[in-house]
């Protein structure tokens, strides 16, 4: 028998297994609310993900009721439609590979067909064009069930008592033979959101090692966003879908953080695009730059990262906000964690005792040892661990946790334990040590033994792993460059979700989000606290409402210090705290009041009975609408100095729906009608507003679930109104 006939009859068996399995255990796709039924950022409960059968019995789809994919199974298996259920959209244009592999220097296709004519679109007809590809892996079988938690997350604080972790939803694993190995691919389908996930293992199942060289996990031939016919310097848009992964580092930003692995790229195949360059940038490829380069024993298996797609249902702005933020609540919940934090700017004894006793004295929840305080995590001696051991105890006795910083990159160690890069690279951070080195193997030993044994349950780690890559060959933790940037990663990504399963809190100013962080900077400028203080309050505000649209309040930390900082003298200083006691009240209300955590660097919190009442308040109001404050920012009037600026945090599963804040910059106090959009607090019909938790009245929504709202606002001041 020929070799085409003897893979045919193979597909045409696990055909057979494959239907008869899905007869028994599948069912057809319910029929799902429609968008104008029902609003998923509102509600939902509906929305149940789950593998079912499809429009005939070579077809099977994963599904949620807000976006679906649907599988060929023969002769190969291979997507052959990805639909956004929420406005009716086809996102699927082509036929690709599920993966693309490169095993012992060899490259694989993972799966898919070949014979597909105009890659402008695919119809139900033209899959009676497509054939096998004796080049591409086989499909042998899937497995189906609920979803595993990738790591553990241990929850020692309230903030995220409701999220569940793991997510809800569906895992669906396709096996492929491979050479002497068996590689599969995973797809997690979620309840109530419009996101799956999907990555690679590979098991060596045969005798001699394997080395994996590359892969691209992700391969999508999307819809284009648009049909431009030149290509001008500032270049095409990609298709309306947000892609990242767990593989992120370097950038406040997600975009910025995954550039090295989402690659949005022309489609060599389709050559009927509108573009005369065909540069449309339409076909997704998700794959590391370098590596990863791991061999593989008999018996061993590889893991890829995880790559998360979402299919945006609307170009508004806000809406794409909400869905990404959506996306982390559920895929990261451990980001609405959100306790108030205070730096601490001296580490020695009586200054940390002041710190942590006015810490609980005006209700604040963390106190950190800030950078510059002279705290010293790499010291593992017996003396300073029990050192620390004692500071976390009375800390813990006066129910503030205590943390403290540590800076990984951006500093130089020495010529043998520091990256080196290739030529004419430098690193990210202008320094910085290799993970890979001995310093690194001993540094990362020092941070698990720290917190195994103080105590302590915080760590601010700046400077993080930003994906620098090593050349060194001598260092014991990578071979050479193909497999240091993915060595080095697996290190500080393993660190982090143990840290997750010891509830232990990361501040991590880079994305690293999906593997365990808690919180990366909102997004400012540090030299912008040297400006005048009353400049610092609006780049605050501006700070929050830029940040808020990628970001929950609970993800971003923004700064407050309260002593000098990059300059800027008296004018641009709250010390002493009493003699400038509003500007203080501004800056705590202008981040409490958006649900906003800062770091409050200082040797203090307050100096005088008055400054620790107005902190007590500030505190003991922001905790009473606590929930409200740490749902989603709609973004209305952004701050400029020239007018009332606003925002307004939801909740439309709170007993409090909104919450809004208005804060006057002006001289002199304005009065005015603004409109307020409340359609993401759920209210439909009427809303109950109260002013500053006293007077209530009563406001009929108009037809786009709006209200007028007549706000006064004294000079230079804020007030607040609570939406019921």
Not at 580 to 586: G, S, T
Request: with cysteine; charged share 20%.
């Amino acid at each position: 028998m020929c070799k085409s006939k003897q893979v045919l009859l193979f597909f045409l068996l696990c055909l057979i297994c494959l239907s008869a399995s899905a007869q028994e255990s599948l069912k057809p796709e319910p029929n799902w609310p429609s968008s104008t039924e029902q609003d998923w950022l509102l509600d939902a409960t509906p929305f149940k993900a789950g593998l079912f059968t499809g429009k005939s019995a070579s077809t099977i789809s994963l599904s949620n009721g807000l976006i679906r994919r649907s599988f060929l199974v023969e002769p190969n298996l291979t997507t052959i439609a990805l639909d956004n259920l929420m406005n009716g959209e086809n996102l699927l244009r082509g036929i690709k590979p599920e993966a693309l592999i490169t095993i012992n220097g060899k490259d694989y296709k993972v799966g898919g067909l070949k014979g597909q004519k105009n890659y402008a679109f695919l119809r139900e007809q033209d899959l009676a064009d497509l054939s096998l590809d004796e080049d591409a892996l086989a499909f042998k079988q899937y497995e189906f069930g609920p979803i595993e938690a990738p790591f553990a997350w241990k929850r020692i604080r309230h903030h995220a008592k409701d999220a569940a972790w793991p997510p809800k939803g569906v895992h669906l694993t396709l096996d492929f033979a491979g050479p002497n190995c068996e590689v599969s691919v995973h797809y997690e389908w979620y309840d109530g959101i419009p996101v799956y996930s999907k990555w690679l293992s590979v098991k060596n199942t045969g005798k001699d090692s394997l080395l994996i060289d590359s892969f691209t996990s992700e391969v999508l031939a999307a819809v284009e966003y648009g049909s431009a016919v030149e290509t001008r310097e500032y270049g095409i848009a990609p298709p309306n879908i947000h892609v990242e992964t767990d593989y992120a580092f370097a950038s406040f930003n997600v975009e910025d953080a995954n550039h090295h692995v989402v690659h949005w790229e022309p489609d060599p195949d389709y050559n009927s695009q509108v573009n005369y360059l065909k540069l449309t940038p339409c076909l997704l490829k998700v794959s590391p730059e370098i590596g990863p380069a791991q061999r593989l024993a008999p018996g061993e298996d590889f893991k890829s990262f995880r790559t998360f797609v979402l299919p945006q249902d609307s170009y508004d702005r806000e809406r794409k906000g909400l869905a990404l933020r959506r996306m982390y609540r559920t895929l990261a919940p451990w980001t609405t964690e959100n306790p108030l934090m205070m730096h601490a700017r001296f580490a020695d004894w009586p200054q940390v005792k002041k710190a942590i006793d006015q810490a609980a004295a005006v209700g604040f929840e963390m106190v950190i040892l800030t950078f510059g305080s002279g705290f010293n995590i790499e010291d593992d001696s017996e003396e300073y661990i029990r050192e620390m051991t004692r500071y976390a105890k009375y800390a813990k006795s006066k129910g503030v946790e205590i943390g403290g910083y540590s800076l990984l990159a951006s500093r130089s160690i020495s010529a043998n334990h520091d990256v080196v890069m290739p030529e004419g690279e430098k690193p990210t951070f202008g320094n910085s040590p290799c993970i890979g080195s001995e310093w690194g193997e001993v540094y990362f030993q020092k941070l698990y033994q720290f917190y195994e044994q103080t105590g302590f349950t915080l760590l601010e780690h700046d400077g993080s792993y930003p994906g620098d890559a090593c050349t060194s060959d001598t260092h014991p933790g990578h071979l050479g460059y193909g497999d240091s940037r993915w060595n080095q990663y697996q290190v500080i990504s393993d660190f982090y979700k143990w840290c997750r399963s010891e509830g232990i809190y990361l501040n991590v100013p880079d994305y690293y989000y999906l593997t365990g962080s808690n919180k990366c900077g909102m997004g400012y400028r540090e030299v912008n606290w040297s400006l005048p203080r009353a400049q610092q309050v609006l780049h605050t505000r501006q700070n929050i409402y830029d940040g808020a649209w990628t970001k929950t309040p609970s993800m971003g930390w923004m700064f407050v210090p309260l002593t000098e900082y990059h300059g800027g003298g008296e004018a641009a200083t709250i010390e002493p705290l009493n003699e400038h006691l509003d500007h203080y009240e501004k800056m705590i209300i202008s981040n409490l009041g958006g649900g906003v955590q800062a770091c409050y660097r200082g040797p203090r919190l307050y100096d005088t009975i008055e400054t620790q009442q107005m902190v007590s308040k500030a505190v003991s109001w922001y905790k009473a609408h606590r929930e409200v404050l740490e749902g989603d920012i709609i973004h209305l009037r952004r701050a400029d100095g020239r007018d009332l600026d606003y925002w307004l945090n939801v909740n439309p599963n709170g007993q409090e729906k909104g919450l809004l804040m208005v804060f006057n910059p002006l001289s002199q106090p304005v009065r005015k009608e603004i409109q307020v959009p409340l359609y993401y607090t759920g209210l439909t019909e009427q809303a109950k507003v109260s002013t500053e938790g006293q007077e209530t009245q009563t406001y009929a929504l108009d037809r786009s679930y709006t209200i007028k709202l007549p706000v006064n606002v004294p000079a230079q001041s804020y007030t607040w109104f609570v939406i019921e």
